[in-house]
């Protein structure tokens, strides 16, 4: 009954044009959210080569007997890796939304086995401890804050 009614096609063509309209705008979203993605993935590799080279740096410049220079080399390095270890860390919180986000669309768009919705877990360890994404890119920092930390508390 209602097929026969004059704006039965229009609605069902109406309907259709929305779907497709809200269909486009999540790819480009999608893409969008790619895109960001790999910026950041980008940036935390860079920011990871600054830290040998910068302990390098540190460990050659800090190379005098003049404890005031030692001191203020140990700080400044001490305090440029708080501020990448920072930055790096309100990466990680950007980088988990946008894998949610993208699981979402993924799971809306239908897209089996997406690379967001679809990842899997930890699984590989070392004896008893388990590989996590992030604590091998903490653990140069961790050691080069420690190794600065070392250096100030003796020129103290």
């Not at 950041?40 to 302990?55: A, Q």
Request: aromatic share 8%; with cysteine; charged share 25%.
């Amino acid at each position: 009954m209602l097929e026969n009614h004059p704006n039965a096609s229009t609605n069902i063509d109406r309907n259709s044009i929305i779907e497709d309209g809200r269909i486009k705008i999540a790819l480009a979203e999608y893409g969008e959210i790619l895109t960001q993605f790999r910026k950041l993935t980008d940036i935390r590799f860079k920011l990871l080569t600054y830290l040998p080279v910068g302990t390098a740096a540190a460990a050659v410049l800090s190379q005098t007997n003049d404890s005031a220079k030692q001191g203020a080399i140990s700080a400044f390095a001490l305090v440029v890796t708080l501020c990448i270890a920072t930055y790096d860390k309100r990466n990680d919180q950007h980088y988990d939304e946008l894998v949610s986000r993208a699981a979402e669309l993924e799971r809306d768009l239908h897209i089996e086995h997406g690379s967001f919705s679809d990842r899997p877990m930890s699984w590989l360890k070392y004896g008893f401890i388990k590989v996590e994404h992030r604590w091998p890119i903490d653990w140069p920092r961790c050691t080069h804050f420690g190794s600065r930390s070392i250096v100030l508390s003796h020129d103290q």
